[in-house]
């Protein structure tokens, strides 16, 4: 795997190697005599110089950018780095992989334990007692009504399933970019510097400041609204579906507790709020992020105006 922090020196020697092959073209309209091919490599030489200076402006702003933000999510927001390590030491993008790692865990063990508790539910409101009077056999399911707790467990246990696979999608796309982001800058930069790969050269720039920045922020942004998932537990510990059919224990207490209005506001915010609505605006805001970002490096700088501007 290419370090991520290599991306500014993959940067330069991606406009180096672009300054040496339009070194050749300058060459070679030289012992041609074309004047086409002098204005070609004069018009690429000028895309060439502003990707090198988008490169070291784009150095300066990450770092002062990501700097402000480690700041202010260590400082006013008090977001923890991961285990072992201090904000000092990682980048943006680590720690809110770590923070999604964990809102996975949690949710993967609450899944399992409703899911548990669900099969259990179906099982007791199966039991029955059977007594014969007279000759006569009667059969009651006094459990039946423990079944009802699954009009609420049921689609509680649907939102923990999507968002575990919403959350997988996530990390995973996230250890993709981990894995290429120097590159993504590197050849966005080399790219940048052709008008026949300038617009890919710009999606890929622009793909490289999502990933290393947009996204990590908004994810650690939104981190008080999450903040309790980061510890893995669960919160139907000690939630039971004994029923008891020869006694006077039945389904009341468990539909209670099921009906209970903290334990669903909890299930409400890891299900639908962390699980659903937080994952929609972490992709919607690094996607638009990543049009504008791309139109402004994929686009031809007029260096005339830019001249007359000096």
Known sequence: MIDPTMWQALGLVAAIISLILIGI????????NSQSMKEVAKRELNQTIISAMMLFILVGLIYMFEGGFK????????????????????????????HLEKIESNLLVNFKKLSELNLNIGESSSRYSWC???????????????????????????????????????????????TILALLFGLGIFLRCFTFSRSAGGFLIALGIAFY?????????????????LVTT????????????KGDTYDSDLFA??????????AAKQGYIAGLMLPAIWFIIPLASIMGFAKIFGSDVDVGAMQRII
Not at 215 to 229: E, G, I, N, Q, R
Not at 236 to 245: A, K, Q
Request: with cysteine; proline share 5%.
């Open 25 to 32: 073209i300058f060459a070679l309209a030289e012992f041609f």
């Open 71 to 98: 700041s202010y999510f260590e400082n006013e927001l008090n977001v923890p780095p991961p285990a072992g390590k201090t904000w000092d030491s990682v980048m943006l993008f680590e720690v809110a992989k770590d």
């Open 132 to 178: 014969q009077a007279f000759g006569v056999g009667v059969t009651m399911t006094v459990c039946g009504a423990t079944n009802d707790a699954q009009l609420i467990t049921n689609p509680i246990i649907a939102s923990y399933s999507r968002s575990i696979l919403i959350y997988r999608a996530l990390i995973s796309l996230l250890s993709a970019a981990e």
């Open 213 to 229: 920045l947009v996204f990590p922020v908004t994810v650690l942004v939104f981190h008080s609204y999450y903040k309790d998932m």
């Open 234 to 245: 669960s919160i139907y510990d000690g939630m039971s579906t004994d029923c008891n059919p």
């Open 257 to 266: 507790k099921m009906l209970d209005s903290d334990l669903n506001e909890k």
